[in-house]
T-cell receptor, first 120, second 111 residues
Framework: GAGVSQSPSNKVTEKGKDVELRCDPI?????LYWYRQRLGQGLEFLIY????????KSGLPSDRFSAERTGESVSTLTIQRTQQEDSAVYLC??????????????????FGSGTRLTVV | GEDVEQSLFLSVREGDSSVINCTYT??????LYWYKQEPGAGLQLLTY?????DMKQDQRLTVLLNKKDKHLSLRIADTQTGDSAIYFC???????????FGKGTKLSVKP
């Protein structure tokens, strides 16, 4: 598609339930990133997929968080047994394979509009 | 402490220049970026600078990089009300695949 698409745009869930957030990257973008943005805070890195390499999961805050990506397409971020502290906007971004020196590849990330998760 | 630091708020009058500052800690950073986030939207890339440059100009935007002090700034000339948003500084390090973001500076432009 023309941009990075995330769904749902808003999700309200009860504490203890599981949620799945979806990200559809730009076609041809092999790298995909998930970030979390709590109210009034900066972006907290969660996980990074690059092609067929093992994902970098170093930012996942607990084992309740997991993410999958099939090939170079859609990714889902799953949060199990949600807690109120999980309330945030979850942002997905995608980029071309490498950030080289010319502007075309150094344009870096294209972000989706995010999923606003509220845990009540 | 934070890897990338920015002041949280900046208020300017329409027509004035805005300067948003950022400091980072990793001398191996290769690219430094400025992103803009409007309310309810994702982040939009504004501009970037490669670490071997000290200045880059793009229309109303000027980026200055002081690599010795690890200080980056974004100047917006003739600031307009449409420039009101949160501006994020981000660094890309050789050792990591993901960008490291600051907390963002909320720019308010008063008419």
């Amino acid at each position: 598609g023309a941009g990075v698409s995330q769904s749902p745009s808003n999700k309200v869930t009860e504490k203890g339930k599981d949620v799945e957030l979806r990200c559809d990257p730009i076609s041809g973008h092999t790298a995909l990133y998930w970030y979390r943005q709590r109210l009034g805070q900066g972006l907290e890195f969660l996980i990074y997929f690059q092609g067929n390499s093992a994902p970098d999961k170093s930012g996942l805050p607990s084992d309740r968080f997991s993410a999958e990506r099939t090939g170079e397409s859609v990714s889902t971020l799953t949060i199990q047994r949600t807690q109120q502290e999980d309330s945030a906007v979850y942002l997905c971004a995608s980029s071309r394979p490498s950030l080289g020196m010319d502007r075309g590849t150094a344009d870096g990330y294209t972000f989706g509009s995010g999923t606003r998760l509220t845990v009540v | 402490g934070e890897d990338v630091e920015q002041s949280l708020f900046l208020s300017v009058r329409e027509g004035d220049s805005s300067v948003i500052n950022c400091t980072y800690t990793d001398s191996s950073s290769t690219y430094l970026y400025w992103y803009k986030q409007e309310p309810g939207a994702g982040l939009q890339l504004l501009t970037y600078i490669f670490s071997n440059m000290d200045m880059k100009q793009d229309q109303r935007l000027t980026v200055l990089l002081n690599k010795k002090d690890k200080h980056l700034s974004l100047r917006i000339a003739d600031t307009q009300t449409g420039d009101s948003a949160i501006y994020f500084c981000a660094e890309r390090r050789l050792s990591q695949g993901n960008l490291i973001f600051g907390k963002g500076t909320k720019l308010s432009v008063k008419p």
